[in-house]
């Protein structure tokens, strides 16, 4: 039997391009940390960085929590801090899981203005 709570489990995940940080005042390991301490308290559990290169290199990061609607009202609130929040818009997409994981997600920021974003709501 699945418990409630586990089933409902979201993750969002925030992927940093480096190259596209520019010359801010932070680097990657600063958006990392920055990132971490903002989901701190609203989130299960930090699942780690995942590092490759697909037409340039890239650092995911997996916030997984029970809800994803305050994990992601934390982790964007940085987008609207100064600096912080100007190389975080440049540098990042991310996403959160849908009801049935990778079938449906939802793309919350991406670097690309252009990007058509999806909404999340409760539920």
Known sequence: M???ARRLVRRLSVQ???ARIGDGTANTDDLIRILRAAADGVVLEFRGEDVGDDAGPYINLSFVGT???AAWSRLRALYD???IGRQLALSTIVVCEGEHGWD????LHHFDP????????EG
């Open 2 to 4: 699945v418990d409630d």
């Open 114 to 121: 252009a990007e058509k974003l999806d909404e999340l709501r």
């Open 67 to 69: 809800d994803h609607v």
């Open 16 to 18: 940093i391009q480096p």
């Open 104 to 107: 449906d997600y939802l793309l």
């Open 81 to 83: 801090a100064s600096q």
